[in-house]
């Protein structure tokens, strides 16, 4: 395996500082304004795990995903190769993102990718609610991303950048008129059960929902009532997933990113694991209700 976690996500939206609310109040996390606008936010050591950049575009622009530096030139030929190459970060560009070098990537459903190497993790950190995460050399938590080009898009993130199959999750059309929804699970190199998800389906904002994790069931609730407190739309009800053994609701966060806030995930020592398939989603919960 070549990644080693998912790193950062970059999100663009007109106020970034409606982002900054949600991720202090809400969240807990850590947050800092740049100069021109952009928020970064922060839930454990590392620089930022999401970066909110100021624009009059809303949505979900890419995942940045972490490998070792002794890895990064082979990444780079692989993705070269594949057609998939788009161009390299320069100085600047590496000094927003604390990284010591990057390119950027499209995979075969048209979603942007960043993949970098060295990034700085020494700062120390300390959420305004006084919460801990599921994060570090796990990373920031996991992406599911549209993948309309399903099986290319698969074998692109696992040939080219040598994620590992853990589960394939089938479902019945959500409506006649409609295809099967198609779900599959990777993990990078790190226990977490899955780092990215790849849906057969669109997603409006670009991304289906981003995953993050705290460290008990008590702060998955007491967040879950300050979502309800500040009026943001819950998109699903607590409830258990069955592949990673989750335990988490959704909600809508600004620039209608879907957010996943779990608890419970189940970590995995790949030497002796057999991919598993799916045709249920949940344990029990997740009853989901997408607003207009």
């Known amino acids: 395996m070549t990644i080693s976690s998912l790193g950062y996500a970059r999100i663009t939206l007109q106020n970034p500082q409606d982002w900054a ?21 922060r839930m454990d050591e590392s620089p930022f795990r999401y970066l909110v950049e100021k624009s009059e575009t809303e949505g979900f622009v890419c995942a940045g995903w972490e490998c070792p530096a002794e890895k990064f030139d082979e990444i780079v030929n692989l993705l070269d190769n594949n057609g998939a190459l788009i161009g390299s970060g320069d100085e ?5 993102r604390a990284v010591g070098a990057f390119v950027t990537a499209k995979d075969p459903s048209g979603n942007l990718l960043e993949v970098f190497h060295s990034r ?9 609610l006084g919460l801990d995460y599921v994060a570090g050399n796990l990373g920031l938590g996991h992406a599911v991303l549209p993948a309309s080009a399903h099986d290319e898009t698969s074998e692109f993130y696992n040939t080219v950048l040598g994620f590992r199959l853990s589960d394939q999750l089938v479902l019945p ?3 006649e008129d409609m295809q099967e929804m198609r779900i599959n699970f990777y993990h990078a190199d790190n226990p977490r059960h899955h780092s990215l998800a790849l849906f ?10 981003l995953m993050t994790e705290m460290t008990s ?9 300050r979502v309800n407190a500040a009026g943001i739309p819950i998109t699903a009800t607590l409830g258990r997933h069955i592949n990673d053994g989750m335990v988490s609701f959704y909600f809508l966060a600004p620039g209608a990113i879907p957010m996943e806030v779990g608890y419970d995930g189940m970590l995995h020592d790949w030497s002796d694991f057999e991919p598993t398939q799916s045709t249920v989603g949940d344990h029990w919960g997740h009853v989901y209700n997408f607003p207009e």
């Open 173 to 175: 059309p959500p409506a």
């Open 92 to 96: 600047s560009e590496c000094a927003a």
């Open 21 to 41: 609310q949600v991720g202090e109040e809400v969240l807990g996390f850590e947050s800092s304004t740049d100069e021109d606008g952009s928020v970064r936010l």
């Open 120 to 128: 700085d993790s020494d700062q120390p950190f300390a959420s305004p």
């Open 217 to 225: 069931i008590d702060a998955v609730g007491s967040c879950m009532d």
């Open 200 to 209: 057969n389906g669109p997603a409006p904002s670009g991304v289906v929902h």
